[in-house]
């Protein structure tokens, strides 16, 4: 993700009190009709293909009127996921064939390889294609997967007390260090871990010594331990993104599938109570980070966080009433963004702001991939028996 030029926009979240009692309220005052999340998925994801994808040079398009961003690389890892997403829900093979295709031509796009100067970058790359690999047995996703890993590890150095940095320019903003590096990492290490055990080992180390290494850098540094707030400067709350709670959530998560340790559950917890209470827009309640605005980076960055609440929500140990809350945040984002946020023909567009729908026919990629991740992640809270 490269940096950005940041608006401010009018509106505080107002803080969640007595375990969602505040949301719950609000959500029963403002009923949303019924949607089928399934034909919702199938629509947006398949539209989404048609009208994104570039099938000469087999990559997404920057908007949905054939632009090409050729700094595009991040965005086009998240498509990716949408693609592995729509296609392990529908087993549809036209799926799975751009999931084939989209190796060579991303490939391309970046250069001939999927080497990135920016290390969060990487990354999304490193998470996406492992589980390419993983729905489809596509052997190169599990070489490309381990060569970003490779990459990304050897970013890690002690300097102000250790941290994978933003990228490897040897400048103060290019050694600045933060989430949207490490929380990617760590998600990746726990996960390679659990593929590969101790048979993997990345600069002299296993992936568990990796995953605890980086997991404590972000928690000690960028977490405040009281609230469970994820930020990047603590003084300046403009730097506290959905994208950065969703990588924690996702890191904690997986570091308890790993430990049974109840405190890596219960981080990931206090983080979601956090960012589903202050990371919203304070009229209607729907996830929102302060600085969206038309074909802009930060569009994407809720997409990511509904994937690891949605992981958060799937856990068996959550408890049922937290498990309850987050289900009836998302379902009511998503009855927002469907309702009021879409635009549906000719095809599905989704708005930056998730309650409002797009007025001139456009999307750009960033923006659509979010509101399909959302839809997806419905479709799934729905097959799982979350949802109605």
């Known amino acids: 993700m490269k940096k950005i030029l940041l608006i401010s926009i009018s509106g505080m979240a107002l803080m969640l009190s007595s375990c969602g ?13 019924p949607v ?3 034909a919702a998925a199938d629509s947006s994801s398949s539209q989404f293909v048609n009208a ?6 087999n990559h997404f398009n920057n908007d949905n009127f054939g632009a090409i961003g050729q700094y595009d690389y991040w965005p086009e890892a998240h498509g990716l996921d949408v693609l592995t997403d729509a296609y392990q829900r529908t087993k549809n093979d036209s799926y799975k064939q751009k999931i084939y295709s989209f190796y060579e031509g991303v490939k391309a796009k970046n250069g001939g390889r999927f080497y990135n100067n920016y290390y969060d970058d990487m990354g999304w790359h490193g998470m996406a294609h492992l589980r390419a690999f993983e729905a489809t047995g ?19 150095n002690e300097d102000d007390g250790g941290g994978i940095p933003w990228n490897h320019e040897n400048t103060p903003e290019g050694k600045s260090k933060g989430v949207p590096s490490n929380g990617p990492a760590a998600i990746i290490a726990a996960r390679r871990w659990q593929k590969y055990g101790e048979s993997e080992i990345v600069n002299g180390h296993n992936n568990l010594y990796w995953l605890s290494k980086i997991y404590n850098w972000i928690k000690e540094n960028r977490v405040v331990q009281q609230s469970g707030r994820v930020f990047e400067k603590i003084d300046d709350k403009n730097g506290d993104w959905t994208y ?12 308890y599938k790993i430990t049974g340790e109840k405190v890596y559950l219960n981080d990931a917890m206090k983080t979601a109570d956090w960012a589903t209470s202050t990371l919203v827009n304070s009229t209607n309640r729907v996830l929102s980070d302060w600085a969206e605005q038309q074909d802009h980076d930060v569009n994407l960055f809720k997409g990511i966080f509904v994937r690891y609440l949605t992981q958060l929500i799937l856990n068996k140990d959550v408890p049922d009433v937290t498990k309850k809350r987050y289900v009836n945040f998302l379902k009511h984002s998503a009855e927002i963004l469907w309702t009021k946020g879409t635009v549906k023909t000719p095809v599905v567009l989704y708005g930056y702001h998730w309650w409002e729908a797009p007025s001139n026919g456009k999307a750009a990629l960033r923006t659509q991939l979010s509101g399909a991740m959302l839809m997806e992640a419905l479709a799934l809270l729905k097959k799982e028996g979350y949802v109605n």
């Open 244 to 255: 950065n709670a969703g990588t924690y959530i996702g890191a904690a998560l997986e570091y």
């Open 21 to 33: 009692k505040i949301e719950d309220e609000y959500i029963e005052r403002n009923p949303i009709y």
């Open 138 to 156: 596509d052997a190169r996703y599990e070489q490309s997967a381990k060569q970003l890993w490779e990459w990304i590890v050897a970013g890690w």
């Open 52 to 57: 994104y994808w570039n099938s000469t040079r």
């Open 36 to 38: 089928n999340w399934e």
